[in-house]
T-cell receptor, first 110, second 116 residues
Framework: DAKTTQPTSMDCAEGRAANLPCNHSTISGNEYVYWYRQIHSQGPQYIIHGLKNNETNEMASLIITEDRKSSTLILPHATLRDTAVYYCIVNGGSNYKLTFGKGTLLTVNP | DTGVSQDPRHKITKRGQNVTFRCDPISEHNRLYWYRQTLGQGPEFLTYFQNEAQLEKSRLLSDRFSAERPKGSFSTLEIQRTEQGDSAMYLC??????????????FGPGTRLTVT
């Protein structure tokens, strides 16, 4: 699976949009981009995934560049409860196992 | 609550003892995964099952570790002769694999193991 690069930490003001970047320059054609988050002391939570088109669900939007070498997770109106570690994962293997990096610690401030 | 439950939530044991953890996945999910997470790191894949068949094991899973999923429902992870390095959060996840679309994994709350 392709390696991903994320900033170690980011801050966001409550009510503002949080934009979390991820680089995955070695992604191959059949690999998906997944985002999970982990709130302190809980198991990871699935957020969204995409292949090449932008995706949106009730939690977030995923913007994937045309060359698929990077993506951005957007939380449109961040709340204090969105404070968590956000993991960007590229996965294309047939066994679907997830390879987590260290992720980005997003802190939403009041 | 994702619908995946794990028991116990916390376990303290002495070095050399055996421990067993249980995971109950979402009932219709056919895949079940075990991950391990140490402090400050992301979860690391240990093993996974498709129904009752164990299809892949990580090199992290030494021969002191064994996992089962009888009848393709709940799963157990046993660690024999625990070592202090086994102290970690053990996470279980499940997913429904159908067709070509990728499926998301739903994680349980984890079992935190402390080996003294």
């Amino acid at each position: 699976d392709a390696k991903t690069t994320q900033p170690t930490s980011m801050d966001c003001a409550e009510g503002r949009a949080a934009n979390l970047p991820c680089n995955h320059s070695t992604i191959s054609g059949n690999e998906y981009v997944y985002w999970y988050r982990q709130i302190h002391s809980q198991g990871p939570q699935y957020i969204i995934h995409g292949l090449k088109n932008n995706e949106t669900n009730e939690m977030a939007s995923l913007i994937i560049t045309e060359d698929r070498k990077s993506s951005t997770l957007i939380l449109p109106h961040a709340t204090l409860r969105d404070t968590a570690v956000y993991y960007c994962i590229v996965n294309g293997g047939s066994n679907y196992k997830l390879t987590f990096g260290k992720g980005t610690l997003l802190t939403v401030n009041p | 609550d994702t619908g995946v439950s794990q028991d116990p939530r916390h376990k303290i044991t002495k070095r050399g003892q055996n421990v067993t953890f249980r995971c109950d996945p979402i009932s219709e999910h056919n895949r079940l995964y075990w991950y391990r997470q140490t402090l400050g790191q992301g979860p690391e894949f240990l093993t996974y099952f498709q129904n009752e068949a164990q299809l892949e094991k990580s090199r992290l899973l030494s021969d002191r570790f064994s996992a089962e999923r009888p009848k393709g429902s709940f799963s157990t992870l046993e660690i024999q002769r625990t070592e202090q390095g086994d102290s970690a959060m053990y996470l279980c996840a499940s997913s429904l694999v159908s067709g070509g679309a990728k499926d998301e994994q739903y994680f349980g709350p984890g079992t935190r193991l402390t080996v003294t």
